[in-house]
Nanobody, 117 residues
Framework: QVQLVESGGGLVQAGGSLRLSCAAS????????MGWFRQAPGKEREIVAS????????YYADSVKGRFTISRDKAKDTVYLQMGSLKPEDTAVYFC??????????WGQGTQVTVSS
């Protein structure tokens, strides 16, 4: 079992920044990747960014490239999402995910990000 605890969501004005954190605990000895999805009201969940745990390769959705940065702290089993130049369309619930070839995939509880215009 793996537990995920997210933090850092909130309300911010357009153009502002927020940093999300997601800490994994439990059976985290075989982490493959971690990342973030988001889901806006009435829309499907979509990937935002991901990072491979061993090599640190990253992936970003086109909509956030150049504005968001994903990073990891392997010692703390934590992934971060630094969000900048936020837009109202970034408003969504952001979900952290953890992927392991042994343990499977786990999801965080979600954290609300609201960007006001």
């Amino acid at each position: 079992q793996v537990q995920l605890v997210e933090s850092g969501g909130g309300l911010v004005q357009a153009g502002g920044s927020l940093r999300l954190s997601c800490a994994a605990s439990g059976r985290t000895f075989s982490t493959y990747a971690m990342g973030w999805f988001r889901q806006a009201p009435g829309k499907e969940r979509e990937i935002v960014a991901s990072i491979s745990w061993s090599g640190g390769s990253t992936y970003y959705a086109d909509s956030v490239k150049g504005r968001f940065t994903i990073s990891r702290d392997k010692a703390k089993d934590t992934v971060y999402l630094q969000m900048g130049s936020l837009k109202p369309e970034d408003t969504a619930v952001y979900f952290c995910y953890y992927a392991s070839l042994v343990e499977g995939t786990y999801w965080g509880q979600g954290t609300q990000v609201t960007v006001s215009s």
